[in-house]
């Protein structure tokens, strides 16, 4: 399963020529590239096509493509005669880091992003950094967010290392990015397999900065004017400011690791990529995220580089003075 733009690319012939060496019959369905295939209309036309092809239980299915080929075929392959392997080989930074790794599938609701889905883990993920050469650098450095933010939550020695190597990632250095990329997944597959299903709350730490990232993204109208990854740098960044604010880390640690996003050429604010979001909306946006708890805020907060954890209670006033002066 991949996508128009995807099958247009040298990474289907690659995959195809290599299944026909190895004896492995497969059919390609190509689908609509963009977020609106993440839908219940999106999810009944991909199983019906699947379903036509004759399939049967030993039917792999194989997502090649970004972040909603994964969720979409994944949650094909979760549900197609009550659930069928699947291998994901992702073509962006952002779902070679993080949403082809952990088992999380899915569709979009009106009521929300990713509200129907599945926990179906993939019997592989196969991660070819070469592929990356072709994203657009605005892609790439969306998705580096994603990289860096498990360096953020668990990994201080990481973090270090994308300070010395992160440009060099970026500008193309395949070796580097490989490094980067294997001790990024490490640490979210360490986080999933302590809390697959997210109950006891350490996978909770996987939304460092998308409390304030999704809130953003509402208001942006989940457009091109503000990718999921600029939304998360500057969720993180934020996240940093209030965990400063309340006495939770030194402003030393926030300052290294906004110094790092901006190096890699994220922002810091909204204003910095011309964007203005009012406080008081952006609250209203973060009560209506997944994340509010019996009617409190619930924010993943840090004590320094490496050290993210989960705050319930953040009273709403210091939330709106932080958004206020850090805008
Ligand atoms: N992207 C967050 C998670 O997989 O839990």
Known sequence: ???????????????????????????????????????????????????????DRRTVIVALGGGVIGDLAGFAAAILLRGLDVVQIPTTLLAQVDSSVGGKTGINSPQGKNLIGAFHQPRRVLIDPTVLLDLPGRELRAGYAELVKHALIRDSGLFEWLEENGPA???????????????????????????????????????????????FETQAGYSSRLLHGEAVALGMAAAYALSVRLGLCPGQEAGRARAHLRAAGLPNRPAELGLAFPPEATLAAMRKDKKVAGGQLVFVLTRGIGMAELCPGVPEAEVLALLAADA
């Open 169 to 215: 990632c970026l500008g193309g250095d395949v070796e580097r990015m490989t490094t980067a990329i294997a001790r990024s997944v490490s640490v979210k597959v360490e986080i999933v397999s302590r809390d697959e299903h997210e109950i006891s709350g350490e996978r909770a730490l996987l939304n460092f900065g998308h409390t304030f990232a999704h809130a």
């Open 1 to 55: 399963v991949t996508d128009r733009n995807v099958a247009g690319t040298p990474h289907l012939g690659r995959l195809t020529t290599s299944f026909a060496r190895a004896g492995v019959t497969a059919e390609i369905v190509t689908i609509e590239p963009g977020e609106a295939a993440k839908s219940w209309r999106g999810i009944e036309e991909l199983c019906e096509r699947i379903l036509a092809l004759g399939i």
